[in-house]
């Protein structure tokens, strides 16, 4: 489930949630700054038993082994689409950063997101 407690430091990104639409270290939020403010877990993509596109791209690219980190990068790239701009793939790999992978699952993850934004996936990076 996600939000995942990892480091409690806010360094891993496993507990990252979007507030007011930008992503946030959970663990690192105290609950009464979040009153009157909208907060987004990964509980909210799929709708009707249905995958939304985001879950649908990593499923479709087996991005996901251990699934520790999966939540929150599927939090970021939520953010990184819902701005409606262009990425770059020096963009992606930018602002996935923040979040650890350490089960190998990371170039998988990488080519959901640049199939979500438009990057051909077939071009050797």
Same mark, same amino acid.
């Given at each position: !489930? =996600?939000?995942? /407690?990892?480091? *409690?430091?806010?360094?891993?990104?496993?507990?990252?949630? $979007?507030?007011?639409? %930008?992503?946030? !270290? =959970?663990?690192? /939020?105290?609950? *009464?700054?979040?009153?009157?403010?909208?907060?987004?877990? $990964?509980?909210?993509? %799929?709708?009707?038993?249905?995958?939304?596109?985001?879950?649908?791209?990593?499923?479709?690219?087996?991005?996901?082994?251990?699934?520790?980190?999966?939540?929150?990068?599927?939090?970021?790239?939520?953010?990184?689409?819902?701005?409606?701009?262009?990425?770059?793939?020096?963009?992606?790999?930018?602002?996935?950063?923040?979040?650890?992978?350490?089960?190998?699952?990371?170039?998988?993850?990488?080519?959901?997101?640049?199939?979500?934004?438009?990057?051909?996936?077939?071009?050797?990076?």
């Amino acid at each position: !489930m =996600s939000p995942k /407690l990892g480091c *409690g430091l806010g360094q891993c990104g496993a507990c990252a949630v $979007l507030v007011d639409g %930008a992503v946030e !270290m =959970s663990c690192m /939020l105290e609950l *009464g700054a979040l009153a009157g403010r909208s907060v987004t877990t $990964l509980e909210s993509f %799929a709708h009707g038993g249905k995958l939304n596109r985001i879950q649908q791209a990593f499923l479709d690219e087996n991005a996901a082994q251990c699934g520790f980190c999966l939540s929150g990068i599927l939090i970021r790239t939520q953010a990184l689409l819902s701005t409606g701009r262009t990425y770059s793939d020096s963009d992606i790999k930018a602002a996935l950063a923040p979040h650890l992978c350490r089960c190998g699952a990371h170039p998988r993850m990488l080519r959901a997101v640049r199939k979500l934004v438009g990057i051909d996936t077939e071009k050797k990076f």
